[in-house]
């Protein structure tokens, strides 16, 4: 039974280019939710998917954008990087009818330059 | 806005000793999970408490959750390197958002 796995694992992208993450989520999850963590922090809510909508969403840019696909993966989307995007992406998956437990991939570390 | 607070932010202690890490916030949450990251990973799951008052074993970490399900702490005995992480609460509030404490960053030394 596979886990959340991400790709890419890393990335190095170029200021005010776009930039695609992938998400699987756990096996029998149907929400995925997206993080942000910079170095030294807790993770920042971006937003949450579930039946391929955007749900909730945190203090986040439109420059984040997502979409889910109807086998519960996701891809996080984000144009015109900056700088500060530099940061470890994170998938959580989780499912509706649970305890509210989350199992996290091993995240995908874009580096903006 | 942090829902959140963790303390202490850092903590460095010597092999053996106990610890404990603190959990608060002003929200109430349906459930709470406390989660162990290492450097370049995503965090795991250590436990999920979802019951006012609840304790939780888990070989040397014990776990807390508050009798109003605002707060909760988590204290190792014996600390083993192995312990090594940082520390991270959230609070689900209605099952499937979680906001995630500040961390606590512990490092056991040898």
């Known amino acids: 039974d596979a886990g959340v796995t991400q790709s890419p694992t890393h990335l190095i992208k170029t200021r005010g280019q776009q930039v695609t993450l992938r998400c699987s989520p756990k096996?029998?999850?149907?929400?995925v939710s997206w993080y942000q963590q910079a170095l030294g922090q807790g993770p920042q809510f971006i937003f949450q998917?579930?039946?391929?909508?955007?749900?909730q969403r945190g203090n986040f840019p439109d420059r984040f954008s997502g979409h889910q696909f109807p086998n519960y993966s996701s891809e996080l989307n984000v144009n015109a990087l900056l700088l500060g995007d530099s940061a470890l992406y994170l998938c959580?998956?989780?499912?509706?009818?649970?305890?509210?437990?989350?199992?996290f991939g091993q995240g995908t570390r874009l580096t903006v330059v | 806005t942090q829902l959140l607070e963790q303390s202490p932010q850092f903590l460095s202690i010597q092999e053996g000793e106990n610890l404990t890490v603190y959990c608060n916030s002003s929200?109430?949450?349906?459930?709470l999970q406390w989660y162990r990251q290492e450097p370049g990973e995503g965090p795991v799951l250590l436990v999920t408490?979802?019951?006012?008052?609840e304790v939780k074993k888990l070989k040397r970490l014990t776990f807390q959750f508050g009798d109003a399900r605002k707060d909760s702490s988590l204290h190792i005995t014996a600390a083993q390197p192995g312990d090594t992480g940082l520390y991270l609460c959230?609070?689900?509030?209605?099952?499937?958002?979680?906001?995630f404490g500040t961390g606590t960053s512990l490092t056991v030394i040898p």
């Open positions: 959580a998956s989780s499912s509706r009818q649970g305890q509210g437990e989350a199992f």
């Open positions: 096996s029998g999850h149907d929400t």
């Open positions: 998917y579930y039946e391929e909508e955007e749900r």
């Open positions: 929200s109430v949450f349906s459930s």
């Open positions: 408490v979802v019951t006012g008052g």
């Open positions: 959230a609070g689900a509030e209605d099952g499937n958002q979680f906001y």
